[in-house]
């Protein structure tokens, strides 16, 4: 019984934890401006995150080590140094766009200045890691974050159009209105939201502080390819939602009181108020991963002590180096810069980093040295080959793409 409850937390964790603050602007901003003729690159995005996480999980369950610190292993200091730089980086901008995301949530909820909510959102994310159970920091953010299934029940409240809405996702077309390379910049856009560097360094990192095992293989497979899955669905919905609401308006979404919206004009307070629950779950707990995320990335590489199942005494760099992340990540949003403008940034990078964390962890898992009779099969590797091809295209396209578009305006 035990462990049939955790597997369903874990599954019902990755439905809550998939949409973070980068999903729910972006694709807000998506089905405002195309409706869902981008509905098939969270489709993409899906099958690659839950590609990339299956095989970041076995690594870390099977070798018994941490992504970094095998990443640091494999690739030599020098290149591992890099990748290093690159992930942190990512990581700490994602950061900052999810405590941004909090205090916007906190002030549609308070009608608040979200500036005095950001020095509020940092000091409780920073709480919540110092003292909070790995399980009960996972799980119970994770747990509330699936109250956005709200998006799903308001889209059938609203009455769409439903023909239209499959003929622009099973037949997508560039709208007349928008030129190719706005459509392809957010597609790189979305693709980068729904394949976060971070999903992968929880997860893998996530994997040794339960002490996962090659016994828990099934509980990881399941956890993925039901988790993943079903908050893709709940993205599409909110791309849908914004698709019923603003594109016949051509109003295109640019605050998460928009966002929300659509909700609240299909079931009123009472839907308001469970989507703001919902939103302010979805990014602290994203919040809580980034957070994480920067302590373990760091520790791994340079070998420190590192881990919840650590007291904070016992695994004190660790920690320092999430207490600086966050203080970075407040201060930059105490100098009045746009939150929704940071996540925008952080997906796209995000993008443009993923090959430095993909590649590794296609290495490792190829590797019997590391993986011995649990490496990759014929069909992950060819699946994993195309996604290698498709992340280093979005890679070098990206920055490109946003100078080109001016960052899709």
Avoid at 52 to 80: C, D, H, N, W, Y
Avoid at 183 to 207: D, H, K, N, Q, R
Avoid at 312 to 335: E, G, K, N, S
Wanted: aromatic residues 10%; neutral net charge.
């Amino acid at each position: 019984m035990k462990r049939l409850l955790g597997v369903a937390l874990g599954v019902l964790t990755a439905i809550g934890g998939f949409l973070d603050i980068g999903d729910l602007v972006t694709n807000a901003v998506v089905g405002s401006r195309f409706g869902l003729n981008l509905a098939w690159v969270v489709v993409v995005g899906v099958v690659g995150i839950c590609l990339f996480a299956q095989m970041s999980g076995r690594v870390a369950a099977v070798s018994g080590r941490a992504t970094f610190e095998i990443i640091r292993e494999r690739l030599g200091p020098r290149t591992a140094g890099a990748n290093l730089v690159a992930s942190f980086l990512i990581n700490l901008l994602t950061l900052t766009a999810e405590v941004g995301g909090i205090a916007l949530a906190l002030q549609l909820a308070s009608s608040v200045e979200p500036r005095l909510w950001i020095p509020v959102a940092g000091l409780a994310v920073w709480l919540v890691i110092w003292r909070a159970k790995f399980s009960i920091l996972e799980n119970v953010t994770g747990l509330l974050g699936l109250t956005l299934v709200v998006f799903a029940v308001a889209l059938f409240l609203l009455g769409p159009d439903w023909s239209e809405l499959a003929d622009q996702a099973l037949s997508p077309t560039v709208p007349g209105d928008e030129g190719h390379a706005v459509y392809w910049y957010y597609a790189i856009a979305l693709f980068g939201a729904a394949m976060t560097p971070y999903e992968v360094f929880f997860f893998s990192s996530g994997a040794r502080e339960e002490k996962w095992t090659v016994k828990d293989l099934s509980q990881s497979r399941l956890n993925v390819l039901v988790g993943f899955p079903l908050g893709g669905i709940l993205s599409v919905a909110i791309a849908a939602c914004a698709a019923v609401v603003f594109l016949p308006a051509s109003v295109e979404v640019s605050s998460l009181s928009q966002i929300v919206l659509p909700v609240a004009l299909a079931g009123g307070k009472l839907a308001l108020a469970v989507v703001i629950v919902g939103i302010v779950a979805a990014t602290f707990g994203a919040a809580l991963e980034t957070g994480l995320s920067s302590g373990y990335t760091l520790a791994q590489y340079l070998g420190w002590s590192w881990g919840k199942f650590r007291r904070p005494a016992q695994a004190a760099r660790f920690h320092l180096t999430m207490i600086i992340a966050l203080l970075v990540a407040v201060a930059v949003l105490m100098t009045s810069v746009d939150p929704i403008k940071v996540t925008e940034f952080s997906v796209v990078f995000s993008a443009v980093a993923l090959p430095l964390t993909y590649l590794p962890i296609l290495l490792v898992a190829n590797d019997p040295e590391y993986m011995g009779k649990h490496v990759n099969g014929r069909v992950t590797n060819a699946l994993a080959l195309v996604y290698l091809v498709v992340i280093l295209a979005a890679s070098l396209a990206a920055i490109p793409l946003m100078i080109a578009t001016g960052a899709g305006s």
